[in-house]
């Protein structure tokens, strides 16, 4: 940019009127674009519940999938804080060289796509996988999406988990100690309370991803039916009403549910009055610590990591049976393939422009509270909706809103599901970031003589650029991944994972190499943006 | 013309006054010490001069013209806070050049003048680190450059040398006011340390809860304390209650508990009016116990001795109650004096200072800060 | 039996050598104050004897018994933080009977104590409140009764006063004092504050660069200090480089700049003739007078003068090219001399520290890394 123009821009900066604007058309964004679309496409079509409510077998269903919703993701998120908390410590507390290892580890099934996790772990638990050697194998249906379920939202927690540990002052357990306390005394009655609004956080981040997912549980559902699969089913059907009945339940009941465990989590007391010190000197015992470990790490190895990898051996296999020939030329199924990677390639790029661009001012109206406390935690609240609604209800409702006004071709409004789901995403953390720099290091700027807009380009971005592009590349990868509004919204127009669903649903005729092949490429793109995020870091933290 | 003024000043948080009406005046190439406890509102204070805060009522004023409509950026006062905020991802060379910079210096000149500011603190050969890689003392230096760089001619220190040892502040307290003085710049300078208030302050301003309490010079707010306040908190000073027994033309008495009578040179109270009489503690001095009873000298048994280095502070139990405390020199010791011993205290009703007695009473006023 | 010894410990991090061989004995009923600048290693002896650190080498016994090789949860040593660190979800009460209750105390059972703790500090109006809601007193006064409740004998404080305004600071230093010897505990209490050390210890331990330097009672280290570094670090001190001209068994003359001084012989530092030295003399020692006196009087220039309350600092230019300071407290009414005023100043001789020169250099013996 020209220095006239940039000198222009930074006096305009100082200027009130010019500044208020700007942040006015971001929340303006936010509002119009963002919140009031997935209101109002389901309220456009409500009188279509009445088809469901009169057909009692229907009604039956949809009743029974929205409960199953709700109870696998309350199950699920449970099982998973008892058994990934310890995951958690292991890795924050144990030494460095073990714990980079393991951090990456656990980490898997949160980065590859859903999609592969979902055909991964059909693959492992049924079909060819190795318990078949032992004699058994679980089928699609309720178990298996279980299994799907705890796996996907294992690293959720462990991710939350480690980073609350990490950045938890050390100095209350040390002080525990000097009065005496042992390890199992000063978990209890020190570290996890101190730790309640981080396990709360990692509780509903795993809640949510539960209830959201629709790809995955798709591949492993079999005719069993939780909400994503009901919508999905009775969209292949041409069944307006069901969608719009159980995406507004789950709307409504999601945003509930947010709110009463928000509310009353903190409230939660648990047991601090007294302390049994030979028994708990006892269960800090090495012993005991090593067992625990010892049994952490080998569910964590059964039920997360191998599922999660299994896929690579037909991936692999692809490669010598002719399949990936195939796939290079764009033959038969392959050439539909192609296209969808590059349409999914596309969107997700242009989603995280447009939350780029209009997300930055509504972070720092969040982290420099602008706007007064109440304002800020509103708007705070308000940024949040997306991701505690269920994708696929989203995306249903958007389509709605969308195409009533006929004129928005389907492509935009696929980025425009995709922009709505993500930005929550990269406005939290790029609010984190900046909330993280001194108010004070921008005021002294401001003394200095700088105006605003230097003050951002010159203090902020050099501070934050890590954040903004880590913000960027999950805000894209997730747009990548996304299974749930993309299914709900589309109608020609294939992305690559809701193809690769197709596949595995054998809609298409795909072999198990087909499908593993495919999976393979979207992973490694994946992969690829994500390894940037980690060197980047890596760069950063030295 | 003054360099800044500040008229009835006053900054609401909510329902809390952190500047309650404040006026007062600096001059150009002034030194002044704001000085006063955590919560006092000197910060508040020094964030509304420079702008980063808007005020609720009063204004303003930077050279006689009122600078409630300009922006903090143009208002050329440079504020360092406690924290230094020194930019971590830039050069000490460019973050002692950043002021000129922003002023669109050309960066060539800009590093010139800043290398040049460097030389004057001592920095040059560091101009190529990091902020991270200095010392606390060295940091301080490099804000203080950096505010030096700016260009501005007047400079607003938040504790500036809060997060240094002892014995660095002792050092850099003096350099602070020569480097200010050297430049012609107009200094405000916010400390809790009285001490380091009076050695380089021009002026010295007392605030508490936000309220102005006595603005003079070094040797009048000791000397003359305003207030029970400022007599507590600067310097030590014993504290005892009485009341107004009869007014001479040349000084009053004041009746202490017991009927002990102490002289006072103070006339502005009515006889029976409860009033509290404030000594300083090296305005005391101890003897071992005299036979003959003079004008303000009495007994009392010691009941502890501290050795403070410089000063050996006698804490003496009078004989009618009332605790007091002597402070003497080390040059000039009190001889064979123990703990346990009677002796006698004395001091001279010019040394004293006498307030209306608080209606909140003596202990809790002495405990609010 | 000793409370607690030390030996020979030695941790380094990296680079830095936080511990260099350090070894030192704590009586039992002891309060020792260990003072350094930052950096020195004090805060790392008190967390090895802690157990908080793990020396690279050493041992650390308490009451007689190995220690080292125990975790922190066994030594039964209660530790004050300089973070405070009180529990944030707890209130003041269950922070206080934690200790207890660790030990499988059963509610009934800690109320007593942890009352009696609690009205003996003056907190017992504060006790369900929670630490954000406690001032910085309060909450330092219940990190202190929470160490003590858990019924140790050995108390560890790592800057246990630095949190506060200097006001509280000085009257809560005499309480805590009073409070570990009515108790009849042992205490080591880390401070850069010297005045703190001074005040209240019966023994100061003073250490540099991970190493002891001195170890002695308040008066002893303050006016006989056997290191230049101790000299330095415990209030102010001149310090003047000469070499011995004569030595006798009561006298050393000494040649400085040109001048001649007589200075009392000290058992603790022998000279030899010939020998280069340095002489030390605390600025309240050095006496202003307007007419030469006699012996070890210099003629001066006052380059600056302070008014610093209750005395007055200068900083004086002699004819013999020596710069150096002098502290004279507030006599009467005098209004002190003011700058460019020539006066005489006297350096008392058995005020004059002799200190052999020291084989580093002098500027790095003093130098406070």
């Given at each position: 940019?020209?220095?006239?123009?940039?000198?222009?821009?930074?006096?305009?900066?100082?200027?009130?009127?010019?500044?208020?604007?700007?942040?006015?058309?971001?929340?303006?964004?936010?509002?119009?674009?963002?919140?009031?679309?997935?209101?109002?496409?389901?309220?456009?079509?409500?009188?279509?519940?009445?088809?469901?409510?009169?057909d009692?077998?229907?009604?039956?269903?949809?009743?029974?999938?929205?409960?199953?919703?709700?109870?696998?993701?309350?199950?699920?998120?449970?099982l998973?804080?008892?058994?990934?908390?310890?995951?958690?410590?292991?890795i924050?507390?144990?030494?460095?060289?073990?714990?980079?290892?393991?951090?990456?580890?656990?980490?898997?099934?949160?980065?590859?796509?859903?999609?592969?996790?979902?055909?991964?772990?059909?693959?492992?638990?049924?079909?060819?996988?190795?318990?078949?050697?032992?004699?058994?194998?679980?089928?699609?249906?309720?178990?298996?999406?279980?299994?799907?379920?705890?796996?996907?939202?294992?690293?959720?927690?462990?991710?939350?988990?480690?980073?609350?540990?990490?950045?938890?002052?050390?100095?209350?357990?040390?002080?525990?100690?000097?009065?005496?306390?042992?390890?199992?005394?000063?978990?209890?009655?020190?570290?996890?309370p101190?730790?309640?609004?981080?396990?709360?956080?990692?509780?509903?981040?795993?809640?949510?991803?539960?209830?959201?997912?629709?790809?995955?549980?798709?591949?492993?559902?079999?005719?069993?039916?939780?909400?994503?699969?009901?919508?999905?089913?009775?969209?292949?059907?041409?069944?307006?009403?069901?969608?719009?009945?159980?995406?507004?339940?789950?709307?409504?009941?999601?945003?509930?549910?947010?709110?009463?465990?928000?509310?009353?989590?903190?409230r939660?007391?648990?047991?601090?009055?007294?302390?049994?010190?030979?028994?708990e000197?006892?269960?800090s015992?090495?012993?005991?610590?090593?067992?625990?470990?010892?049994?952490?790490l080998?569910?964590?190895?059964?039920?997360?990591?191998?599922?999660?990898?299994?896929?690579?051996?037909?991936?692999?296999?692809?490669?010598?049976?002719?399949?990936?020939?195939?796939?290079?030329?764009?033959?038969?199924?392959?050439?539909?393939?192609?296209?969808?990677?590059?349409?999914?390639?596309?969107?997700?790029?242009?989603?995280?422009?447009?939350?780029?661009?209009?997300?930055?001012p509504?972070?720092?109206?969040?982290?420099?509270k602008?706007?007064?406390?109440?304002?800020?935690?509103?708007?705070?609240?308000?940024?949040?909706?997306?991701?505690?609604?269920?994708?696929?209800?989203?995306?249903?409702?958007?389509?709605?809103?969308?195409?009533?006004?006929?004129?928005?071709?389907?492509?935009?409004?696929?980025?425009?599901?995709?922009?709505?789901?993500?930005?929550?995403?990269?406005?939290?953390?790029?609010?984190?970031?900046?909330?993280?720099?001194?108010?004070?290091?921008?005021?002294?700027?401001?003394?200095?003589?700088?105006?605003?807009?230097?003050?951002?380009?010159?203090?902020?971005?050099?501070?934050?650029?890590?954040?903004?592009?880590?913000?960027?590349?999950?805000?894209?990868?997730?747009?990548?991944?996304?299974?749930?509004a993309?299914?709900?919204?589309?109608?020609?127009?294939?992305?690559?994972?809701?193809?690769?669903?197709?596949?595995?649903?054998?809609?298409?005729?795909?072999?198990?190499?087909?499908?593993?092949?495919?999976?393979?490429?979207?992973?490694?793109?994946?992969?690829?943006?994500?390894?940037?995020?980690?060197?980047?870091?890596?760069?950063?933290?030295? | 013309?003054?360099?800044?003024?500040?008229?009835?000043?006053?900054?609401?948080?909510?329902s809390?006054k952190?500047?309650?009406?404040?006026?007062?005046?600096?001059?150009?190439?002034?030194?002044?010490?704001?000085?006063?406890?955590?919560?006092?509102?000197?910060?508040?204070?020094?964030?509304?001069?420079?702008?980063?805060?808007?005020?609720?009522?009063?204004?303003?004023?930077?050279?006689?013209?009122d600078?409630?409509?300009?922006?903090?950026?143009?208002?050329?006062?440079?504020?360092?806070?406690?924290?230094?905020?020194?930019?971590?991802?830039?050069?000490?060379?460019?973050?002692?050049?950043?002021?000129?910079?922003?002023?669109?210096?050309?960066?060539?000149?800009?590093?010139?003048?800043?290398?040049?500011?460097?030389?004057?603190?001592?920095?040059?050969?560091?101009?190529?680190?990091?902020?991270?890689?200095?010392?606390?003392?060295?940091?301080?230096r490099?804000?203080?450059?950096?505010?030096?760089?700016?260009?501005?001619?007047?400079?607003?220190?938040?504790?500036?040398?809060?997060?240094?040892?002892?014995?660095?502040?002792?050092?850099?307290?003096?350099?602070?006011?020569?480097?200010?003085?050297?430049?012609?710049?107009?200094?405000?300078?916010?400390t809790?340390?009285?001490?380091?208030a009076?050695?380089?302050?021009?002026?010295?301003?007392?605030?508490?809860?936000?309220?102005l309490?006595q603005?003079?010079?070094?040797?009048?707010?000791?000397?003359?304390?305003?207030?029970?306040?400022?007599?507590n908190?600067?310097?030590?000073?014993?504290?005892?209650?009485?009341?107004?027994?009869?007014?001479?033309?040349?000084?009053?008495?004041?009746?202490?508990?017991?009927?002990?009578?102490?002289?006072?040179?103070?006339?502005?109270?009515?006889?029976?009016?409860?009033?509290?009489?404030?000594?300083?503690?090296?305005?005391?001095?101890?003897?071992?116990?005299?036979?003959?009873?003079?004008?303000?000298?009495?007994?009392?048994?010691?009941?502890?001795?501290?050795?403070?280095?410089?000063?050996?502070?006698?804490?003496?139990?009078?004989?009618?109650?009332?605790?007091?405390?002597?402070?003497?020199?080390?040059?000039?010791?009190?001889?064979?004096?123990?703990?346990?011993?009677?002796?006698?205290?004395?001091?001279?009703?010019?040394?004293?200072?006498?307030?209306?007695?608080?209606?909140?009473?003596?202990?809790?006023?002495?405990?609010?800060? | 039996?000793?409370?607690?010894?030390?030996?020979?410990?030695?941790?380094?991090?990296?680079?830095?050598?936080?511990?260099?061989g350090?070894?030192?004995?704590?009586?039992?009923?002891?309060?020792?104050?260990?003072?350094?600048?930052?950096?020195?290693?004090?805060?790392?002896?008190?967390?090895?004897?802690?157990?908080?650190?793990?020396?690279?080498?050493?041992?650390?016994?308490?009451?007689?018994?190995?220690?080292t090789?125990?975790?922190?949860?066994?030594?039964?040593?209660?530790?004050?933080?300089?973070?405070?660190?009180l529990?944030?979800?707890?209130?003041?009460?269950?922070?206080?009977?934690?200790?207890?209750?660790?030990?499988?105390?059963?509610?009934?059972?800690?109320?007593?104590?942890?009352?009696?703790?609690?009205?003996?500090?003056?907190?017992?109006?504060?006790?369900?409140?929670?630490?954000?809601?406690?001032?910085?007193?309060?909450?330092?006064?219940?990190?202190?009764?929470?160490?003590?409740?858990?019924?140790?004998?050995?108390?560890?404080?790592?800057?246990?006063?630095?949190?506060?305004?200097?006001?509280?600071?000085?009257?809560?230093?005499?309480?805590?004092?009073?409070?570990?010897?009515?108790?009849?505990?042992?205490?080591?209490?880390?401070?850069?504050?010297?005045?703190?050390?001074?005040?209240?210890?019966?023994?100061?331990?003073?250490?540099?660069?991970?190493?002891?330097?001195?170890?002695?009672?308040?008066?002893?280290?303050?006016?006989?200090?056997?290191?230049?570094?101790?000299?330095?670090?415990?209030?102010?001190?001149?310090?003047?480089?000469?070499?011995?001209?004569?030595?006798?068994?009561?006298?050393?003359?000494?040649?400085?700049?040109?001048?001649?001084?007589?200075?009392?012989?000290?058992?603790v530092?022998?000279?030899?003739?010939?020998?280069?030295?340095?002489?030390?003399?605390?600025?309240?020692?050095v006496?202003?007078?307007?007419?030469?006196?006699?012996?070890?009087?210099?003629?001066?220039?006052?380059?600056?003068?302070?008014?610093?309350?209750?005395?007055?600092?200068?900083?004086?230019?002699?004819?013999?090219?020596?710069?150096?300071?002098?502290k004279?407290?507030?006599?009467?009414?005098?209004?002190?001399?003011?700058?460019?005023?020539?006066?005489y100043?006297?350096?008392?001789?058995?005020?004059?520290?002799?200190?052999?020169?020291?084989?580093?250099?002098?500027e790095?013996?003093?130098?406070?890394?």
């Amino acid at each position: 940019m020209s220095e006239a123009v940039l000198r222009r821009l930074d006096e305009l900066s100082s200027n009130q009127l010019s500044k208020r604007l700007a942040y006015m058309g971001s929340i303006f964004f936010l509002v119009f674009f963002i919140l009031l679309p997935p209101v109002l496409g389901i309220s456009l079509k409500i009188g279509l519940v009445g088809q469901v409510l009169q057909d009692a077998a229907l009604l039956d269903r949809a009743k029974a999938a929205i409960f199953y919703s709700f109870a696998i993701a309350f199950g699920v998120a449970t099982l998973d804080l008892v058994l990934a908390l310890p995951m958690a410590w292991i890795i924050a507390r144990g030494n460095s060289k073990w714990r980079n290892v393991m951090d990456a580890l656990a980490d898997i099934p949160f980065i590859i796509p859903t999609v592969a996790l979902g055909f991964s772990t059909l693959l492992f638990w049924s079909g060819t996988g190795p318990l078949s050697l032992l004699g058994f194998s679980v089928q699609p249906g309720l178990p298996l999406i279980l299994l799907l379920h705890f796996a996907f939202s294992y690293p959720v927690i462990v991710r939350v988990m480690v980073g609350e540990l990490l950045a938890y002052n050390v100095i209350y357990e040390t002080a525990a100690k000097t009065l005496g306390a042992k390890a199992f005394t000063i978990a209890r009655t020190v570290t996890l309370p101190l730790l309640r609004p981080g396990l709360i956080a990692a509780f509903l981040l795993a809640f949510a991803r539960s209830l959201s997912e629709t790809g995955a549980t798709v591949m492993v559902a079999g005719v069993f039916e939780n909400g994503p699969v009901f919508i999905k089913n009775a969209k292949d059907a041409g069944l307006e009403g069901p969608m719009v009945l159980v995406s507004f339940t789950l709307i409504i009941f999601s945003v509930t549910v947010f709110a009463l465990i928000r509310l009353l989590g903190p409230r939660l007391k648990l047991p601090l009055n007294r302390v049994l010190p030979g028994l708990e000197a006892k269960l800090s015992s090495r012993r005991t610590v090593n067992m625990r470990d010892g049994a952490t790490l080998a569910i964590f190895a059964l039920f997360v990591l191998a599922p999660s990898i299994y896929i690579t051996f037909p991936a692999l296999g692809a490669l010598t049976d002719g399949t990936i020939q195939n796939a290079l030329s764009g033959r038969g199924i392959w050439s539909e393939y192609w296209q969808a990677m590059a349409l999914s390639y596309t969107i997700g790029a242009v989603a995280t422009i447009i939350n780029v661009v209009t997300g930055l001012p509504v972070a720092i109206l969040i982290a420099r509270k602008r706007l007064g406390k109440l304002a800020t935690t509103v708007l705070d609240a308000a940024v949040n909706i997306p991701i505690v609604v269920p994708s696929v209800a989203l995306g249903v409702s958007l389509s709605f809103f969308w195409r009533s006004f006929g004129f928005l071709p389907e492509f935009w409004i696929i980025v425009f599901a995709h922009t709505t789901i993500t930005y929550t995403y990269f406005v939290q953390a790029m609010a984190a970031s900046i909330e993280g720099i001194p108010e004070e290091m921008e005021e002294t700027a401001r003394t200095l003589g700088s105006r605003p807009l230097m003050v951002f380009r010159r203090i902020i971005v050099p501070l934050t650029k890590y954040s903004i592009f880590s913000g960027a590349i999950l805000t894209f990868t997730r747009s990548v991944d996304e299974t749930g509004a993309t299914t709900a919204v589309s109608q020609s127009l294939k992305t690559a994972p809701v193809l690769l669903v197709s596949w595995v649903k054998h809609v298409v005729p795909a072999t198990t190499s087909d499908i593993a092949l495919g999976i393979a490429f979207l992973v490694l793109t994946s992969f690829a943006s994500l390894l940037a995020l980690r060197l980047v870091v890596y760069r950063r933290s030295k | 013309m003054p360099s800044i003024s500040v008229r009835n000043l006053t900054k609401r948080f909510r329902s809390l006054k952190a500047v309650d009406d404040v006026s007062f005046e600096v001059r150009d190439g002034e030194y002044l010490c704001v000085l006063g406890s955590t919560g006092s509102g000197k910060t508040t204070l020094l964030r509304l001069i420079s702008g980063i805060i808007q005020p609720t009522e009063g204004e303003i004023l930077f050279g006689g013209v009122d600078v409630s409509n300009i922006p903090t950026e143009e208002r050329n006062a440079v504020y360092v806070p406690q924290t230094y905020a020194l930019f971590p991802h830039l050069t000490v060379l460019k973050n002692v050049a950043y002021g000129p910079l922003s002023k669109e210096v050309p960066r060539p000149e800009a590093e010139e003048s800043a290398l040049k500011v460097l030389r004057m603190v001592r920095l040059d050969a560091r101009a190529d680190a990091y902020p991270n890689e200095l010392s606390g003392g060295m940091q301080q230096r490099v804000a203080l450059a950096r505010g030096l760089a700016s260009g501005s001619n007047t400079l607003l220190l938040d504790e500036p040398l809060g997060a240094l040892d002892i014995r660095l502040r002792l050092e850099l307290r003096t350099e602070l006011r020569r480097l200010a003085k050297e430049s012609g710049l107009t200094v405000i300078h916010v400390t809790h340390d009285q001490e380091e208030a009076m050695t380089i302050g021009d002026r010295i301003l007392v605030l508490r809860h936000g309220k102005l309490q006595q603005h003079s010079t070094p040797f009048h707010v000791y000397n003359r304390p305003g207030n029970i306040f400022v007599a507590n908190f600067v310097g030590n000073s014993n504290f005892l209650e009485g009341i107004v027994e009869n007014r001479e033309v040349i000084g009053s008495v004041i009746r202490l508990r017991e009927n002990l009578r102490v002289n006072v040179a103070d006339v502005s109270f009515e006889p029976e009016e409860p009033v509290v009489v404030a000594v300083r503690e090296e305005k005391l001095s101890i003897s071992p116990r005299a036979r003959d009873d003079k004008e303000n000298r009495f007994s009392g048994e010691v009941e502890a001795i501290h050795f403070l280095g410089e000063w050996t502070r006698y804490t003496v139990r009078l004989v009618n109650g009332d605790q007091v405390a002597a402070r003497v020199p080390i040059g000039s010791p009190v001889k064979a004096v123990a703990v346990g011993d009677w002796v006698s205290v004395s001091f001279n009703p010019v040394h004293t200072h006498v307030y209306e007695s608080p209606t909140i009473g003596l202990q809790r006023e002495l405990e609010v800060y | 039996m000793p409370e607690v010894r030390v030996e020979g410990a030695t941790k380094a991090y990296g680079a830095v050598r936080a511990l260099q061989g350090v070894s030192l004995t704590v009586n039992a009923g002891e309060y020792l104050c260990v003072v350094g600048p930052s950096g020195c290693g004090k805060t790392t002896l008190i967390k090895t004897i802690a157990g908080i650190v793990k020396p690279d080498a050493g041992e650390v016994y308490i009451e007689g018994e190995a220690a080292t090789a125990l975790p922190i949860e066994e030594r039964g040593v209660g530790y004050v933080f300089q973070e405070i660190a009180l529990f944030p979800h707890m209130n003041s009460y269950d922070n206080v009977s934690y200790g207890l209750m660790v030990k499988g105390a059963t509610p009934r059972e800690r109320e007593s104590p942890v009352e009696e703790m609690l009205y003996m500090m003056g907190l017992d109006g504060f006790a369900t409140l929670y630490p954000r809601e406690l001032s910085g007193g309060a909450r330092q006064k219940t990190a202190i009764s929470r160490a003590l409740v858990s019924g140790s004998t050995l108390l560890l404080l790592d800057e246990p006063l630095g949190a506060l305004d200097l006001k509280v600071r000085t009257s809560l230093r005499y309480e805590l004092r009073k409070l570990v010897k009515d108790l009849g505990l042992t205490a080591i209490h880390v401070t850069h504050d010297q005045e703190e050390a001074l005040s209240i210890s019966d023994r100061i331990v003073v250490m540099k660069a991970g190493r002891i330097v001195e170890v002695g009672p308040p008066q002893e280290m303050y006016l006989n200090p056997r290191e230049l570094f101790t000299a330095k670090f415990l209030g102010e001190a001149n310090f003047f480089t000469g070499t011995v001209k004569k030595y006798t068994d009561h006298v050393a003359e000494v040649a400085v700049n040109g001048s001649t001084i007589m200075a009392a012989a000290r058992e603790v530092t022998p000279l030899k003739e010939g020998e280069r030295c340095v002489l030390a003399i605390r600025p309240e020692f050095v006496e202003l007078v307007n007419d030469p006196a006699g012996g070890n009087t210099w003629e001066c220039t006052v380059m600056s003068a302070s008014f610093v309350g209750d005395h007055f600092r200068y900083e004086l230019r002699a004819s013999n090219g020596e710069v150096f300071l002098s502290k004279a407290a507030v006599r009467g009414d005098a209004a002190g001399f003011a700058a460019g005023d020539k006066v005489y100043a006297a350096l008392p001789e058995e005020r004059l520290l002799t200190f052999r020169y020291p084989e580093e250099g002098l500027e790095k013996a003093l130098s406070l890394e």
